[in-house]
């Protein structure tokens, strides 16, 4: 349930997602995934647990497409860089709103990123964003398999990847989880992770599965809504989030506030040196960049 792969980060405790395979300009390559699993919280009410962020702005026009997602700029943006500036928060379950947030400041508002972490990541990774028309029968190999797919929207028309070159302004390198993240997370409890798998994530929140699966993932949510990166191909006003009960729903409106996890692929030049990644002595980076 909680693997040692705590690492500190950014002045923070992040935690390996795994070492997996990625598309770069030159081929598939290795990389450490890396997510803030306390999340980021709302800015203007960062002392209320159950505020969030859109995933892109209310009202109209809004789209599911991650690459022109008001999310990705926040996060890519004054998240990255540090800054104040625009962003859309709200309460969970209800539409967001226009705000600004700074992220230059450390306490307890949470910061965003300096620059050695901002040295650490990988910016050239190119992201799957592809998405799922339904949440009915996907297990997560299949949440895996769709992820990578061309399936992004109800006019199929969006780009199946995000890369530098169809978002240089706003292409740094942070993203969200995946639903397949979630779902490999688990240790599976007495089903065991392969029977866990067979089953689909929409089941996780309720019975056996989710007292097995989802109670046995560190990727489940203490409390609150998560947002992943896929979007529901059926209809361009959602995308899949994770849950508090641990399953993964695919009617989440867009303009709604949810939990932001950032996550990051490291740059290969960016290596674990001390620790052993436990929380009280999380793994060490250092770059030799």
């Not at 399936?151 to 639903?179: A, R």
């Amino acid at each position: 349930v909680n693997p040692n792969n705590y690492v500190e980060f950014n002045g923070e405790k992040w935690r390996i997602i795994g070492l997996v395979n990625v598309k770069t300009a030159t081929g598939v390559e290795q990389r450490i995934k890396i997510i803030r699993t306390d999340g980021v919280e709302s800015q203007k009410d960062f002392q209320e647990t159950n505020y969030g962020y859109a995933w892109d702005k209310y009202p109209s026009p809004y789209s599911n497409n991650w690459t022109t997602s008001k999310l990705k700029d926040m996060l890519n943006g004054i998240y990255y860089n540090s800054e104040s500036g625009e962003c859309y928060t709200g309460s969970i379950l209800s539409a967001a709103y226009q705000n600004t947030c700074n992220f230059s400041t450390v306490g307890n508002i949470p910061k965003g990123l300096d620059e050695e972490a901002r040295q650490m990541i990988d910016s050239e990774v190119i992201w799957n964003i592809g998405g799922s028309s339904s949440t009915n029968d996907v297990t997560v190999g299949m949440f895996y398999e769709r992820e990578r797919g061309t399936s992004t929207g109800s006019s199929n028309t969006y780009p199946n990847v995000w890369t530098k070159e169809n978002d240089e302004t706003y292409h740094k390198g942070i993203g969200l989880m995946y639903p397949s993240d979630y779902g490999y997370a688990t240790n599976g409890g007495e089903k065991g992770r392969e029977g866990c798998f067979e089953e689909v994530l929409r089941n996780w929140g309720t019975g056996e599965y989710q007292s097995e699966c989802a109670n046995n993932d560190w990727l489940k949510p203490s409390s609150g809504y998560y947002w992943t990166l896929s979007p529901y191909s059926s209809d361009t006003d959602y995308a899949f989030n994770v849950v508090v009960a641990g399953s993964v729903a695919g009617l989440c409106n867009i303009y709604g506030a949810r939990g932001v996890n950032p996550v990051a692929y490291l740059s290969i030049s960016t290596t674990i040196y001390d620790g052993d990644g436990t929380f009280d002595n999380p793994f060490l980076l250092r770059n030799a960049s």
